[in-house]
């Protein structure tokens, strides 16, 4: 099995700056795209950044030029420092990954989650 652990969830201030990290574990060959998602209260998932394996990166236009995603393939995590945090980006933050098991089946897996609260 495969699990992916988030941490760095809180409570900021608007204006303020956060770091996610999602730690992935189990039985790994490699790990492809991993990506961060999130959801607001009553809205639906949405993906926020994500990042290949060689490093090419994509994000959402609401968080472009505030977030910034990054992985340390050595140490199968990902990462998601957000600055300039708004109220708008309260919500629950996801990891996810597309993993190619040490079985050598590819599968996409899921974190629990991380709260994120922006408010003063």
């Known amino acids: 099995q495969v699990q992916l652990v988030e941490s760095g969830g809180g409570l900021v201030q608007p204006g303020g700056s956060l770091r996610l990290s999602c730690a992935a574990s189990?039985?790994?060959?490699?790990?492809?795209?991993m990506a961060w998602y999130r959801q607001a209260p009553g809205k639906e998932r949405e993906l926020v950044a994500a990042?290949?394996?060689?490093?090419?990166?994509n994000y959402a236009d609401s968080v472009k030029g505030r977030f910034t995603i990054s992985r340390d393939n050595a140490k199968n995590t990902v990462y998601l420092q957000m600055n300039s945090l708004k109220p708008d980006d309260t919500a629950v933050y996801y990891c996810n990954a597309d993993v190619v098991t040490t079985m050598r089946v590819s599968r996409n897996y899921w974190g629990k989650g991380t709260l994120v609260t922006v408010s003063s």
């Open positions: 990042i290949t394996s060689r490093g090419s990166t």
């Open positions: 189990g039985v790994i060959f490699s790990i492809n795209a």
